[in-house]
């Protein structure tokens, strides 16, 4: 099983910026890759950014061009910089790990709020 574990959401104005994490543990061996998702009040669970064991990203469009996922093996985290933040990133944000063999695994979420 992998654990995963957020950390650095909290309040930021209109453009700023914060810095998410996401501490993996476990069988750590098996994830073939981890993303973000977001979930706002009242809105459906939007999916945000990925990165794979092979080191390829991609990103929802509402986020392109401002966040930056990125992974550090060795510390065995992944980040989301999040850069130029605007009121309606506000939301939950979870870490997601999908497992070979079909499983997935979430994280607790951490909240970001923008607000001036």
């Known amino acids: 099983q992998v654990q995963l574990v957020e950390s650095g959401g909290g309040l930021v104005q209109p453009g700023g910026s914060l810095r998410l994490s996401c501490a993996a543990s476990?069988?750590?061996?098996?994830?073939?890759?981890m993303g973000w998702y977001r979930q706002a009040p009242g809105k459906q669970r939007e999916w945000v950014a990925v990165?794979?064991?092979?080191?390829?990203?991609n990103y929802a469009d509402s986020v392109k061009g401002r966040f930056t996922i990125s992974r550090d093996n060795a510390k065995n985290t992944v980040y989301l910089q999040m850069n130029s933040l605007k009121f309606e990133d506000t939301a939950v944000y979870l870490c997601q790990a999908w497992i070979s063999g079909g499983s997935e695994y979430w994280g607790q979420g951490t909240q970001v709020t923008v607000s001036s």
């Open positions: 990165i794979t064991n092979g080191g390829t990203t």
């Open positions: 476990g069988s750590i061996f098996s994830i073939n890759a």
